[in-house]
């Protein structure tokens, strides 16, 4: 997920991010709350965002789309549906936002993992220490278990 104002801060590590594969996905502008939006700031907010992402990778068009919180509006399903891209979710919520503890994050997720499961991970909004530890530690588990990564 690709907040716009991050990436036109630092177009480079998002050339990075483009370059070793990752599939990259729009999550607005500034991570607004789409809801308090009018539907043309709501679009400038996705257009803005797809804008920034074609211009660094030199060409690629996300058509993925996640809110920020989840919080997909009618407003902004419309405007995702406008901008041709699809909504995408998360089934998996360790809610490591919150700073719970990297024990806490793993655990939620090697609790409620399922095959298919989409894990909600952060890595913004300061500190996210907790999440790396985390992700060391269940990543492994998971390719242990026979589980695979896969882009949506």
């Not at 806490?104 to 300061?126: E, F, R, W």
Request: one cysteine or more.
């Amino acid at each position: 997920m690709v907040v716009g104002q991050n990436a036109a801060d630092n177009p480079s590590v998002l050339a990075q991010i483009y370059e070793a594969g990752h599939q990259i996905a729009n999550h607005t502008w500034s991570h607004a709350d789409l809801r308090h939006l009018n539907f043309a700031r709501v679009c400038d907010e996705l257009e803005r965002t797809s804008d920034t992402v074609e211009r660094v990778t030199g060409g690629c068009r996300t058509g993925w789309f996640r809110a920020p919180g989840g919080d997909f509006s009618p407003k902004a399903l419309a405007a995702c549906s406008q901008l041709q891209m699809s909504p995408l979710a998360w089934s998996v919520d360790p809610e490591d936002w919150k700073r719970p503890g990297p024990k806490h994050i793993s655990s939620t997720v090697l609790n409620t993992v399922k095959p298919g499961a989409i894990i909600l991970n952060h890595d913004g909004g300061g500190d996210q220490t907790q999440s790396i530890t985390a992700l060391r530690t269940y990543i492994p588990r998971l390719l242990d278990a026979g589980y695979t990564f896969t882009t949506p």
